[in-house]
């Protein structure tokens, strides 16, 4: 998993938070042997996150979408219409998301389905509240390479 899939992991457990008023979770992972949580996309958003990217001058921009028709190019707009085509009934308009169980098969499964053409939501890789579980050590931000391979192995419920 690449770090625009775990944003995207993110994503999808904001989504099910908010469609089935389920506690809300952060995925637990694996990097370079390490496990650790963190948050991988910025939490200050209703429903659709903010694109983000830098001006000329290093000075963060933000780009908010309100709806599906403006971010038809963007792989989380995407991945929460593939949610719901997955996981509504079309009968009883509920949702019905595995248990915790298999939610993580069920996460791994819409973000490997996600179309990786689209646009991520940002390219800087940058993650927030990082705890490595081992040794304690925090970050309000942390900075993962481009090509950081990482392993979702569990949910932690906030």
Known sequence: MNFTDLQNTSYALSIISEDMNNPT??????????????????????????ELKYNSRFKEETVRFA???????????????????????????????????????????????????????NTFNIAYNVKFLESGLTFDS???PDDAAFNLVALQED
Do not use: C
């Open 142 to 144: 942390y900075r993962f």
């Open 67 to 121: 709806d599906f028709e403006e971010g038809t190019d963007y792989q989380v707009i995407d991945l929460r219409k593939k949610y719901f085509q997955t996981f509504l009934d079309s009968f009883t308009k509920r949702s019905s998301v595995p248990n915790d169980e298999h939610l993580i098969n069920a996460i791994i499964s819409l973000v490997n389905d996600t179309d990786k053409s689209l646009k991520p939501l």
């Open 25 to 50: 979770y952060r995925p637990i992972v694996e990097y370079n042997g390490k496990l650790l949580v963190a948050n991988f996309l910025k939490n200050d958003f209703d429903f659709f996150p903010k």
